[in-house]
């Protein structure tokens, strides 16, 4: 049964701490990362009724978008809203875990899965945040464990391309070796020249995930000693930001694409500002709290913006330049992002014993 800290390790592959805002209270925020984890939720928010449920389901850790603790407590006197929250968990042996705008930013997280329900592709950030160096990782694998290497540097987050994961190249060679006296070889004798058939494999690497792929190649090499390559490239850098700029796939009367989203979303109602007949193609989103970067969304020629907790007056500057804006809730565009977590996990760790629920 994996413990708490596998979890992390994991989550934080997916969503580098790095790419959260500095001052964002993201990580275990409470509980011991050494305990085993059988029952996980996996959640938007940390409110009272979150807590409890998850309490009533006997998790031993949650997993949330929101912190729960967003400044030092100075006591956990009872009736204060998040002390409160806070004893439960902790009499309960209840661990949190937060991935905040460091899972707005990743790619795959709240914002990439919000505009993949929505239809809009061909994205791109909103905004500007981080820049990543690519380098191109390199080793060399004996056929057999040539694609669980690859897969497991995948996983990682090595061979992203644009749209495309697993990106990868590999060609077959002869490699040498004479095993020392204290070595392990998986083939070969000790202190006899050896020759075997071995794939050249090499996979791209943003920088912020290079240290999580060569640690998972390493891990799945069958080789107790893996030799490997790290070239830095002159690629483009890969750029993290808040929200994303697409495209739908034809142009869509504006009230029509709301009411889509109304539907794809689960929600009864929409705020939407701006010309109902005109039609919309490109789009830009973010999801959660958006409104103080709808001038990004018009400098990017978006046709309509997609957000929560929109400003009054934002609106009224937004539809000035012709851009129309879609209100559909804070919580209503982050909880896509969530729940398609909470599926990763289950897909991860199919056949571990755990069991991981999305709860509301």
Same mark, same amino acid.
């Given at each position: 049964?994996?413990?708490? @800290?596998?979890?992390? =390790?994991?989550?934080?592959?997916?969503?580098?701490?790095?790419?959260?805002?500095?001052?964002?209270?993201?990580?275990?925020?409470?509980?011991?990362?050494?305990? =085993? *984890?059988?029952?996980?939720?996996?959640?938007?928010? &940390?409110?009272?009724?979150i807590i409890d449920r998850a309490v009533e389901l006997k998790?031993? %850790?949650?997993?949330?978008?929101?912190?729960?603790?967003?400044?030092? $407590?100075?006591?956990?006197? @009872?009736?204060?809203?998040v002390a409160d929250r806070v004893t439960k968990l902790v009499k309960n042996d209840t661990a949190l875990f937060v991935l905040h705008t460091n899972?707005?930013? &990743?790619? +795959?997280?709240?914002?990439?899965?919000?505009?993949?329900? $929505?239809?809009? &592709?061909?994205?791109?950030p909103l905004t500007n945040r981080r820049q990543d160096t690519f380098y191109k990782v390199v080793t060399f694998v004996p056929e057999e464990a040539v694609e669980?290497?690859?897969?497991?540097?995948?996983? @990682?987050?090595?061979?992203?391309?644009?749209?495309? &994961?697993?990106?990868? !190249?590999?060609?077959? +060679?002869?490699?040498? !070796?004479?095993?020392?006296?204290?070595?392990?070889?998986?083939?070969?004798?000790?202190?006899?020249?050896?020759?075997?058939?071995?794939?050249?494999?090499?996979m791209i690497c943003a920088e912020s995930w290079l240290d999580s792929v060569i640690e998972a190649m390493i891990e799945k090499h069958p080789y107790d000693e893996v030799a490997y390559d790290v070239y830095q490239l002159a690629n483009d850098?890969?750029?993290?930001?808040?929200?994303?700029?697409?495209? %739908? *796939?034809?142009?869509?009367? %504006?009230?029509? !694409?709301?009411e889509k989203m109304r539907v794809i979303l689960g929600v009864k109602y929409l705020k939407v500002e701006g010309n109902r007949t005109k039609p919309v193609r490109k789009v830009a989103l973010l999801g959660g709290s958006g409104s103080s970067l709808f001038r990004e969304a018009v400098v990017a020629g978006a046709d309509v913006y997609v957000t929560g907790d929109t400003k009054h007056h934002d609106i009224l500057d937004a539809n000035s330049y012709g851009m129309a804006i879609i209100d *559909?809730?804070? !919580? =209503?565009?982050?909880?896509?992002?969530?729940?398609?977590?909470?599926?990763?996990l289950k897909s991860n760790y199919a056949g571990s014993g755990m069991d991981i629920e999305y709860i509301e």
């Amino acid at each position: 049964m994996p413990i708490i @800290a596998d979890i992390i =390790e994991q989550l934080n592959n997916w969503a580098p701490p790095e790419l959260a805002d500095d001052g964002d209270p993201i990580g275990l925020q409470i509980g011991d990362h050494r305990r =085993e *984890a059988k029952k996980i939720c996996v959640c938007v928010d &940390t409110s009272p009724k979150i807590i409890d449920r998850a309490v009533e389901l006997k998790a031993d %850790l949650i997993v949330a978008h929101h912190p729960l603790i967003y400044a030092p $407590l100075k006591s956990l006197q @009872a009736g204060d809203p998040v002390a409160d929250r806070v004893t439960k968990l902790v009499k309960n042996d209840t661990a949190l875990f937060v991935l905040h705008t460091n899972y707005d930013t &990743t790619p +795959g997280g709240i914002n990439d899965v919000l505009a993949e329900k $929505l239809g809009v &592709t061909g994205c791109s950030p909103l905004t500007n945040r981080r820049q990543d160096t690519f380098y191109k990782v390199v080793t060399f694998v004996p056929e057999e464990a040539v694609e669980g290497v690859r897969n497991a540097m995948a996983e @990682a987050g090595g061979g992203r391309i644009g749209q495309y &994961t697993h990106c990868s !190249f590999r060609v077959n +060679g002869t490699g040498s !070796f004479v095993p020392l006296p204290m070595a392990d070889p998986y083939v070969g004798d000790v202190g006899k020249l050896s020759e075997v058939d071995e794939y050249r494999l090499e996979m791209i690497c943003a920088e912020s995930w290079l240290d999580s792929v060569i640690e998972a190649m390493i891990e799945k090499h069958p080789y107790d000693e893996v030799a490997y390559d790290v070239y830095q490239l002159a690629n483009d850098p890969v750029i993290y930001g808040y929200g994303r700029v697409g495209i %739908l *796939a034809k142009d869509t009367p %504006l009230e029509e !694409f709301a009411e889509k989203m109304r539907v794809i979303l689960g929600v009864k109602y929409l705020k939407v500002e701006g010309n109902r007949t005109k039609p919309v193609r490109k789009v830009a989103l973010l999801g959660g709290s958006g409104s103080s970067l709808f001038r990004e969304a018009v400098v990017a020629g978006a046709d309509v913006y997609v957000t929560g907790d929109t400003k009054h007056h934002d609106i009224l500057d937004a539809n000035s330049y012709g851009m129309a804006i879609i209100d *559909a809730g804070h !919580f =209503e565009t982050e909880r896509p992002g969530m729940m398609a977590l909470c599926e990763k996990l289950k897909s991860n760790y199919a056949g571990s014993g755990m069991d991981i629920e999305y709860i509301e």
